[in-house]
Nanobody
Framework: QLQLVESGGGLVQPGGSLRLSCAAS????????IGWFRQAPGKEREGVSC????????NYADAVKGRFTISRDNAKNTVYLEMNSLKAEDTAVYYC?????????????????????WGQGTQVTVSS
């Protein structure tokens, strides 16, 4: 069983930055990629970014390209999401998720329905 714990959320002004962390523990061999997803009030959960555990190849949703950067530290079993130039529409609960079967031709997929393991979420609020 794999456990995921997110941290780093908070309140930030528009244009500001935050860094989220996702620490994996337990059966840490049971995933090929970790993804970040978010869910705003009244909206469906959407994929934000994911990273191939072995190669570090990232994938980003169009809404965050150029603003967010995902990275990994395999020695710490931790994935980071650096969020810059934050906007009010980035406000959401952010979840990390992992699975062993979400990489296709080296690229991780951002479909949230295919990830097995999920963290509890961390709130990100962008407001002045």
């Amino acid at each position: 069983q794999l456990q995921l714990v997110e941290s780093g959320g908070g309140l930030v002004q528009p244009g500001g930055s935050l860094r989220l962390s996702c620490a994996a523990s337990g059966s840490t061999l049971d995933y090929s990629a970790i993804g970040w997803f978010r869910q705003a009030p009244g909206k469906e959960r959407e994929g934000v970014s994911c990273i191939n555990r072995r190669t570090g190849r990232p994938n980003y949703a169009d809404a965050v390209k150029g603003r967010f950067t995902i990275s990994r530290d395999n020695a710490k079993n931790t994935v980071y999401l650096e969020m810059n130039s934050l906007k009010a529409e980035d406000t959401a609960v952010y979840y990390c998720a992992a699975d062993r079967s979400v990489v296709t031709f080296g690229l991780c997929r951002l479909s949230n329905g295919i990830y097995t393991y999920w963290g509890q979420g961390t709130q990100v609020t962008v407001s002045s």
